[in-house]
């Protein structure tokens, strides 16, 4: 059984390709989250209902950076080479062009350490299925190569040969709401640590849907992705292992699993297209 799907909370609508870097107003800023409905027998798992993670100690996780799609919309991404970031397919499919900031801690204000880039080379997995959030991934390639810096560093693939990490903690990142109840995006970036759960555990809550290039944390405690965390990392033992893709219909703090896409499966097409 499949679970009903998808619901994006902003697209991306066509538009030239700003000269130098679009002053960002972030009042417009809107998330680009995709949201599956449950099967109707999934059952949040036990847990109280808190804010799901805490503030990262600044610039403490490097690779982070935010992408803002079409001056409007806002998810996140990784660094994995001094020239491209990965993201979320859903995120970027529909961009004329993305602003990537690196180095950042407080997204909403001019810091010593961040760097923006403005980019339209964007290459989204060519099988994208938004209907069955298959394949969610996508290559941004920023127009000259970043000077890496204590702020900016570039954090490691999972190699094909992974496991499945069933079992593992996952350290998720990024700028998205808080709680629930946030009406905006968090100024700062957050951090949370999360369990993550087998595939088979994964279906009991979404059902066919989650397949093999799909990897999942638990929702217990009401943690996991929430307002425009997509397209972040989720990262073990210093390897990058997912791609946020999609929450719950009923809420991030809900108690259900996160999906991320996961990046063993897709490590053969990073490296077609960025060398990486």
């Not at 109707?40 to 600044?58: C, L, M, N, Q, W």
Request: charge should be negative; aromatic fraction near 6%.
């Amino acid at each position: 059984m499949k679970a009903a799907i998808l619901f994006l909370a902003y697209l991306g609508s066509a538009m030239a390709l700003p000269s130098g870097n679009l002053e960002i107003d972030w009042s417009k800023i809107q998330p680009m989250d995709v949201f599956v409905e449950p099967l109707p027998g999934a059952k949040p798992e036990i847990g109280t209902r808190v804010a799901g993670g805490s503030e990262a100690t600044p610039n403490s996780i490097p690779y982070q950076v935010a992408v803002i799609i079409d001056g409007s919309g806002v998810c996140g991404g990784s660094l994995i080479s001094p020239e491209w970031v990965l993201s979320a397919a859903h995120c970027t499919i529909g961009a004329s062009f993305v602003q990537v900031i690196l180095g950042a801690h407080n997204i909403q204000t001019t810091e010593a350490t961040q760097v923006v880039s403005t980019s339209r080379d964007i290459t989204n997995h060519p099988s994208y299925n938004s209907s069955m959030a298959a394949n969610d991934i996508s290559l941004i390639r920023l127009p000259s190569q970043v000077t890496l810096t204590s702020a900016i560093q570039v954090i490691a693939l999972a190699p094909a040969s992974s496991g499945t990490f069933a079992g593992s903690i996952g350290l998720m990142s990024g700028w998205g709401a808080t709680s629930e109840a946030a009406s905006t995006i968090s100024a700062t970036l957050q951090r949370v640590n999360l369990n993550i759960i087998t595939n088979a555990v994964c279906q009991n809550s979404f059902g066919s849907i989650i397949i093999e290039s799909i990897i999942c944390t638990s929702g217990i405690g009401s943690v996991g992705a929430c307002g425009s965390d997509s397209g972040g990392p989720l990262v073990v033992s210093n390897a990058q292992v997912g791609v946020v893709s999609f929450g719950s219909s009923r809420g991030c703090q809900a108690g259900l699993p996160t999906a991320f896409a996961r990046v063993s499966s897709f490590r053969s097409w990073i490296s077609s297209v960025s060398g990486v």
